[in-house]
T-cell receptor
């Protein structure tokens, strides 16, 4: 069964600095999708970034980028120029090609931004 | 505006009293799903639907029911709620199967 691990329950970053959130996953599939979701204190879930495993190029969305290491089964999220509004819970998620009808979430990392 | 509308946002109820959490989307998405969020566990899928009249169990379906009679609506039903169903619940919809894209605002459910 696929699993998603986020080994950092909490992290903090100074405003304007860069922070990297870690995510590893376990799968035997070769094709799959990976996601990062953001949940601010308002508790709204927001899709931040999406990566297809067959694409070697790392996905980027403005200040958010990923470092996708397929062989290592690692999918970290880098937030550049951190802003106070980036303070949130971040969830890594996986969707396999075989189990295409469901997504598996990690336990989350709580990010604090220090002014 | 693209929206997933979930109601109620908060509900406190007692064990055994049937309740329904409604979910409606205005994007004509075929894929809809329900999740529960518990501390340290992330989100876990309860049920999902790939189209009208097509529903299937997720990872934690026990104690829950769903229906998909119309494309836009996907209600979650707790026939006989128990305290272990106290949680934060999210409905989501998406263009892509299995990839939740738009979420509702969540329902904080407390069962005493």
């Amino acid at each position: 069964a696929q699993t998603v691990t986020q080994s950092q329950p909490e992290m903090s970053v100074q405003e304007a600095e860069t922070v990297t959130l870690s995510c590893t996953y376990d799968t035997s599939e070769s094709d799959y999708y990976l996601f990062w979701y953001k949940q601010p204190p308002s508790r709204q879930m927001i899709l931040v970034i999406r990566q297809e495993a067959y694409k070697q190029q790392n996905a980027t969305e403005n200040r958010f980028s990923v470092n996708f290491q397929k062989a290592a089964k690692s999918f970290s999220l880098k937030i550049s120029d951190s802003q106070l509004g980036d303070a949130a819970m971040y969830f890594c998620a996986y969707r396999g090609e075989t189990s295409y009808d469901k997504v598996i979430f990690g336990p989350g990392t709580s990010l604090s931004v220090i002014p | 505006e693209a929206q997933v509308t979930q109601n109620p946002r908060y509900l406190i109820t007692v064990t055994g009293k049937k309740l329904t959490v409604t979910c409606s989307q205005n994007m004509n998405h075929e894929y809809m799903s329900w999740y529960r969020q518990d501390p340290g566990l992330g989100l876990r899928q309860i049920y999902y639907s790939m189209n009208v009249e097509v529903t299937d169990k997720g990872d934690v379906p026990e104690g829950y029911k769903v229906s998909r009679k119309e494309k836009r609506n996907f209600p979650l039903i707790l026939e006989s709620p128990s305290p272990n169903q106290t949680s934060l619940y999210f409905c989501a919809s998406s263009l892509w199967t299995g990839q939740p894209q738009h979420f509702g605002d969540g329902t904080r459910l407390s069962i005493l």
